[in-house]
């Protein structure tokens, strides 16, 4: 930091200040430079980035864009954060996922860093009957338990609240949820449940159990089937204000009623998109709580989990940088609680290492990193503060169109919300095939020859309402049916790189071929003949001057030699050349078709 001079003497006070008109017309010759004649806003608008939800986000944020003042943290609107304090005196509740218990595993995860247990009970996880088990040697009045029951909610309730009784532990130690969330089970299964269970656990813990909530209003099935970030806060709040009328209704007051929710969202690699979001999730829902007489008990209890659908199969390794970068964001935006996934989540259940992994990840960002001691760090930020509010307003619009179509249930039932997820989903979808959001080490980077990970198969989750996606689908189904290939074969099917010229004109497009061809399980081939190679097709690779000289010749003389498909990497219009490969090409329909012609299925 900068200390001014007693005397208050500014070495920059005889500089004018930059405008932005000014900047505005040095983008300008950038962009004609590179053959772009535009200028004022328009030159702006070309270095913007259009995001879903019809957000957009611009090259440069000055003090010109305002946003809402955000508050305190631990006041209405609750931007800032639900507390005063934020996470600055011991960091963010580090929240474990267990979907089945090995002996030790619980406890190991306690021991060395985790805070919260998050455990999957009944159908797909660990059997009511089992709680005990799982909780032996568990300190129930230190260690907070969250439950995710679905239609065993009510009975795996009792279970906990019985151990909590023989071990001792007295009502006002409890701490956790009792996970209810009929809607969420709903939106997972198509199975409509009895509020009536709910409400009663709602009432019991209210009254016996001051830190135990009873609900969670869970956003993830929503995230999971393709949902954009305005979605996810639009359905988290009618579901949430869904739950609100029931328990009101039952006899509980607004305050009560807003104690007994914790919200669920999920953390993507998309960082400040994340960081935003969990702000913009506090400010819609103490706007609720507002409106509901209640302002002052409106603070959001979050629960952020690592993005199940951002999680890849092949060379998972990956993972750990998604969730990295994710669980930064999570407690960059002021999630109480952070989940993250093991990197082994999308394959089965996660080994020992992967769960050290991941609980490792949230201590060294709190403890090594220290993101915890500033509270709202992201604060103050014109970008932040503008994507806060803009992604606010996209929310809440969303949330009003399903209020308008009966609510958060009737969405659900009608099949207008799964409609709204998938046209999402479809077109982030295209530019997923089209690589303009990148995999890493699934569309980009693949590698061919590596080992695949194994473990034991995770339990099947509920099925039966929302579809599940994953970002790497597509090229999944491409990279098994090459694994099928190589299976029956012997060999993997295979693409001969024809490069011309010198490795200066060449390297270039050929690593993007051979990039592009094995995200689709395609080997490429380089060196030697097109006869030697043992492919039925082939790319061209070079530059665009070596392509006037030689690609038609250099097409011919690959026909004749037995190649049934020429490719050329690059744009252009060639005698001889079947079909072009360039970046932003639909590298699915590209992959899925050679793969065709080919004879794997």
């Known amino acids: 930091m900068t200390v001014l001079p007693d005397d208050g003497l500014s070495l920059a006070a005889e500089f004018p200040d ?25 030159a702006e608008d070309a270095l913007s980035t259009t995001l879903e939800d019809g957000l ?39 929240r474990q ?56 909610t009510e009975a795996a309730a009792a279970e906990l609240l019985r151990l909590y009784d023989e071990k001792g532990v007295a009502p006002e130690a409890a701490r956790g949820n009792l996970g209810a969330d009929p809607l969420g089970y709903e939106a997972r299964t198509g199975e409509s449940l009895d509020f009536a269970p709910v409400a009663a656990l709602a009432r019991r813990t209210a009254e016996e159990f001051p830190g135990l909530r009873a609900l969670t209003v869970d956003a993830l099935p929503y995230h999971e089937a393709g949902g954009s970030a305005a979605q996810e806060l639009g359905a988290s709040l009618a579901t949430g204000v869904a739950y609100l009328r029931e328990l009101t209704e039952s006899g509980l007051g607004v305050e009560q009623a ?38 002052d008990a409106g603070a959001q209890v979050q629960h952020a989990v690592t993005s199940p659908v951002m999680m890849s199969r092949r060379d998972p390794w990956v993972n750990m940088l998604r969730t990295t970068i994710a669980t930064l964001a999570a407690g960059v935006g002021g999630a109480d609680s952070v989940t993250v996934l093991p990197f082994d989540h999308a394959i089965g259940l996660p080994d020992a290492f992967a769960r050290r992994i991941a609980r490792n990840t949230s201590t060294i960002l709190v ?34 169109t399903i209020e308008r179509d009966g609510g958060q249930a009737a969405v659900l039932r009608s099949g207008r919300l799964r409609t709204d997820l998938a046209a999402t989903w479809a077109e982030r979808s295209k530019k997923l095939a089209k690589r303009r959001e990148p995999i890493t080490g699934v569309s980009e980077f693949p590698l061919l020859g590596e080992k695949p990970v194994q473990r034991e198969p995770a339990p099947e989750p509920p099925s039966g309402g929302l579809p599940r996606v ?29 490069t011309l010229g010198s490795a200066a004109e060449y390297t270039g497009r050929a690593t993007f071929a051979s990039n592009l061809f094995q995200a689709g399980g395609i080997e490429p081939v380089t060196g030697g003949s097109f006869e030697e190679s043992g492919a039925g097709e082939a790319v061209l690779c070079s530059s665009d001057d070596r392509y006037a000289e030689q690609a038609e010749s250099a097409a011919e003389s690959l026909k004749a030699a037995g190649a049934r498909h020429v490719f050329l990497a690059g744009r252009g219009g060639y005698a001889g050349v079947d079909s072009y490969v360039f970046a932003g090409c639909d590298a699915v329909a590209v992959l899925s078709e050679t793969l065709d012609r080919m004879g794997v299925s």
Request: no cysteine; net charge neutral; aromatic share 8%.
């Open 367 to 400: 403890e090594e990193s220290h993101l915890a001691r500033v509270i709202d760090p992201a604060g103050g930020s014109w970008y932040v503060e503008r994507l806060t509010d803009e992604l606010a307003h996209a929310g809440w619009e969303f949330f009003r």
């Open 97 to 152: 996922r267990h979907a089945a218990a090995p002996d030790g595993a619980v406890l190991a995860d306690l021991e060395n860093g985790v805070t919260s247990l998050w455990l999957l009970v009944g159908r797909g996880g660990i059997p009511v009957s089992g709680l005990a088990h799982a909780l032996d040697g568990v300190y129930l009045d230190l260690a907070p338990v969250v439950l995710d029951a679905g239609r065993d």
């Open 56 to 94: 957009r986000t611009r090259p440069l944020y000055t003090p010109r864009d305002s946003a809402p003042d955000p508050g305190l943290p631990g006041f209405p609107p609750y931007v800032r954060g639900g507390r005063p304090q934020g996470s600055a005196a011991g960091g963010w509740d580090i």
């Open 470 to 498: 994953r970002r790497d689908e597509a090229y999944e189904e491409l990279r098994a049916r090459s694994d099928a290939h190589l299976a029956a074969t012997g060999a993997r099917p295979r693409i001969y790189l024809a």
């Open 258 to 295: 807003l104690g007994q929710l914790e919200f669920r969202y999920a953390a993507t690699a998309d960082q400040f998109l994340t960081i935003a979001k969990l702000r913009a999730a506090r400010r819609l829902w103490a706007r609720v709580a507002e409106v509901s007489g209640a302002a």
């Open 18 to 42: 930059a405008t932005h008109e000014q900047w505005q017309r040095l983008v300008e010759g950038v962009l004609r430079k590179s053959g772009k004649e535009v200028s004022g806003e328009a």
